[in-house]
């Protein structure tokens, strides 16, 4: 970016990852309102010589609420929330690759992560996602790039996938195991789930630097950008576009 470009972001995002910020953040407490995260966002995008109007702004949020919710929601499995948020960081980190001390900040902001969230159980990761699925699931907005993908319907819902990788840690369906009451294995059936699923090829790096695997929280508007849902029949082949390096809105995503 030029000049100007580069300042508006090292503005920016010193003043998302300022200490004081971070530490008020990092409180325990409860999810924000609507409202409240309103205010922040607005101060945020404020926070530089770059000035929008009511209309860019309302468009802006609607954007970004709207991308978040569909990250949130279509994580293949509750913990990988963590992974979509240290996609937006990776992503924030390239933009400011030659702002040493600004790096230092978001940096800090990704072992605060760590330490809070690294050690967390699956059930308290679906606690946060449900949280989070619950304080977005009135909002419907259309968003012209994920309606021409199809990965939103017309009335503003998104479309779930029916095929594609399965969670790590987790088989293809198809088959039901039974057990008799000594736990050991007496039968097996095979069914058709109607998608196409494969295995989990890896699971995403939650160290500070590595592959992250997943998808979800990198560029929205890259030209090969990726697209997570998988669709049966002929829409199938949607997901097979490449990753790129992600450059998403990015804010405290577990609250």
């Known amino acids: 970016p030029g000049d100007k470009a580069r300042k508006v972001l090292n503005d920016i995002i010193s003043t998302m990852f300022n200490r004081k910020f971070m530490e008020e953040l990092f409180k325990p407490q409860e999810l924000y309102s609507k409202k409240a995260l309103r205010t922040v966002y607005e101060r945020l995008a404020h926070a530089s010589i770059m000035k929008l109007n009511q209309a860019s702004m309302d468009k802006l949020y609607d954007l970004m609420t709207m991308a978040f919710k569909y990250q949130v929601l279509l994580c293949p499995r509750p913990k990988d929330v963590l992974l979509v948020t240290f996609n937006h960081l990776d992503t924030i980190k390239g933009f400011i690759r030659d702002s040493p001390t600004i790096?230092?900040?978001?940096?800090?902001?990704f072992q605060q992560l760590t330490e809070i969230y690294g050690g967390l159980s699956?059930?308290?990761f679906q606690l946060i996602r449900q949280t989070l699925l619950i304080f977005f699931q009135d909002l419907?907005?259309?968003v012209s790039m994920f309606l021409k993908d199809k990965v939103q319907n017309n009335n503003g819902r998104f479309v779930l996938p029916v095929s594609g990788p399965v969670p790590w840690g987790t088989e293809v369906p198809g088959l039901i195991r039974m057990f008799n009451n000594k736990g050991e294995e007496v039968k097996r059936i095979e069914f058709k789930h109607g998608g196409n699923y494969v295995p989990a090829p890896k699971e995403g790096s939650f160290e500070l630097y590595g592959d992250r695997v997943l998808k979800l929280g990198t560029n929205m508007y890259s030209v090969n950008r990726p697209v997570e849902t998988h669709m049966s029949?002929?829409?199938k082949n949607l997901a097979s576009r490449t990753q790129t390096s992600s450059a998403n809105q990015a804010r405290r995503v577990i609250l």
Do not use: T
């Open 122 to 124: 699956a059930g308290e």
């Open 233 to 235: 029949g002929s829409s």
């Open 103 to 109: 790096l230092q900040q978001v940096d800090e902001a």
């Open 140 to 142: 419907h907005i259309r």
